[in-house]
C-alpha cells in the first residue's frame, strides 16, 4: 500500500502561490498515473490535474493557466504549483495514485473516483 505524505500547504494572501509537495516511496518505479484533488468539508472532492511517469497532464479547466502538477520521479515527489491564488482555493489538497495502467489516463485522470486516497493530506488557506 503506498501512502503519500502531501506537504507545503500554508495560508497565504490571494494573489500569492504555493507550491504543493507529495512524496510516495514507489513514486518513481511504477506507472501509475498520478493526481491532485482538493475537498472542503461537506463538499465532493474536486480533480485538479494528473501526470503519468512520462509527463502527460491533463487539468480541470478551471484549474488550467493558474496551476501546474509536475513529478520527479528519480525523487519521488509529485508537485503541484499554484499560482494566483484565490479565497474559493481554500481546501484540504490531496494527491493520490490510480490503480488503472496509463491507457486508463486519457478517460479516468480526473476521476475522483478512479484514485486509492490514502494521504494525510495539506491544508491551504487563502484570505482575501
Known amino acids: 500500500q503506498v501512502q503519500p505524505v502531501e506537504s507545503g500547504g500554508g495560508s497565504v494572501q490571494a494573489g500569492g502561490s504555493l507550491r504543493l509537495s507529495c512524496a510516495a516511496a514507489v513514486f518513481g518505479t511504477n506507472n501509475n498515473f498520478w493526481g491532485w484533488f482538493r475537498q472542503n468539508p461537506g463538499k465532493e472532492r474536486e480533480a485538479l490535474a494528473a501526470?503519468?511517469?512520462?509527463?502527460?497532464?491533463m487539468y480541470s479547466a478551471s484549474m488550467k493557466g493558474r496551476f501546474t502538477i509536475s513529478r520527479d520521479n528519480a525523487k519521488n515527489i509529485l508537485y503541484l504549483e499554484m499560482n494566483n491564488l484565490k479565497p474559493d482555493d481554500t481546501a484540504m489538497y490531496y494527491c493520490?495514485?490510480?490503480?488503472?495502467?496509463?491507457?486508463?489516463?486519457?478517460?479516468?485522470?480526473?476521476?475522483?473516483?478512479?484514485?486509492?486516497?490514502r494521504g494525510q493530506g495539506t491544508q491551504v488557506t487563502v484570505s482575501s
Open positions: 501526470i503519468t511517469k512520462d509527463g502527460n497532464t
Open positions: 493520490a495514485a490510480s490503480p488503472l495502467g496509463v491507457s486508463g489516463f486519457r478517460l479516468w485522470a480526473l476521476d475522483p473516483g478512479r484514485y486509492n486516497f
